[in-house]
């Protein structure tokens, strides 16, 4: 089983950024790819970026040049640099966590919700004009 804890939300202006972290506890997660996805009232949960386990990264096109990905597999931590943000990136944001191991040397990208099998409570991220 694998915990996950969203945290560095916030309400901020346009053109500001913000740093996500996701905090995990219980297995360790670093065999496993994790992602970020974000879901407002209205929509359905949206893919934000992904991490494999060998570092690799993939962003969505809406957020590509602004967000970028990391993780520190010794501290069990995934984190979400979203620079310069507009009032469209409003949204609940979640981390989430693949529950099955991909091949070290896999080129594919998970970016489906279902494709991940535990996920934090999410952290809400408001960006004012």
């Known amino acids: 089983q694998v915990q996950l804890v969203e945290s560095g939300g916030g309400l901020v202006q346009a053109g500001t950024s913000l740093r996500l972290t996701c905090t995990s506890s219980?297995?360790?997660?670093?065999?496993?790819?994790m992602g970020w996805f974000r879901q407002t009232p209205d929509k359905e949960r949206e893919f934000v970026a992904t991490?494999?386990?060998?570092?690799?990264?993939e962003i969505a096109d809406s957020v590509k040049g602004r967000f970028a990905v990391s993780r520190d597999n010794a501290k069990k931590t995934m984190y979400l640099q979203m620079d310069n943000l507009k009032p469209e990136d409003t949204a609940l944001y979640f981390c989430a966590v693949r529950d099955r191991r991909s091949v070290l040397t896999s080129t594919y990208f998970y970016t489906k919700a279902d494709d991940y099998a535990y996920w934090g409570q999410g952290t809400q991220v408001t960006v004012s004009e």
């Open positions: 219980g297995r360790a997660v670093s065999d496993y790819d």
């Open positions: 991490i494999r386990r060998n570092g690799g990264t």
